[in-house]
């Protein structure tokens, strides 16, 4: 689906550095950009001091998109179970809610990242 989207951006004439697929982990981030160069799309992980010079599509964390602005914004794997972000067996319904709401803004953060 995937690689889809992105070819569907560039027939677009969106330019690949300003498209940027966000995830909720690093390791995440490795194993898409892997994946994406077996398909034949030219991508690259980056952070926040790093994005300036992209040449290809952007992966990145969430966290560290916060502040970036991009033409295309792909959210990837927000599937059950893997967000938002499971706190541990025992947690008090203090630190529940602490992290809903915390989980809630960087999904806020990483959705309008698109201009």
């Known amino acids: 689906v995937l690689v889809v989207v992105l070819a569907g951006c560039g027939g677009e004439g969106v330019e690949a550095p300003t ?16 994946a994406m160069a077996a398909a034949g799309i030219d991508a690259k992980f980056v952070t926040a001091d790093t994005v300036s010079s992209a040449k290809s599509v952007v992966v990145m964390t969430m966290h560290a998109a916060k502040g970036q602005e991009f033409s ?7 599937s059950e179970g893997r967000f938002p972000l499971r706190l541990r067996a025992g947690a008090t319904d203090a630190e529940r809610a602490e992290n809903e709401q915390q989980e809630a803004a960087l999904l806020y953060v990483a959705a309008t990242r698109a201009r």
């Open 19 to 34: 498209i940027a697929v966000l995830v909720r982990r690093r390791a995440s981030a490795n194993r898409l950009v892997d």
């Open 72 to 78: 295309r914004v792909v959210l990837h794997d927000l």
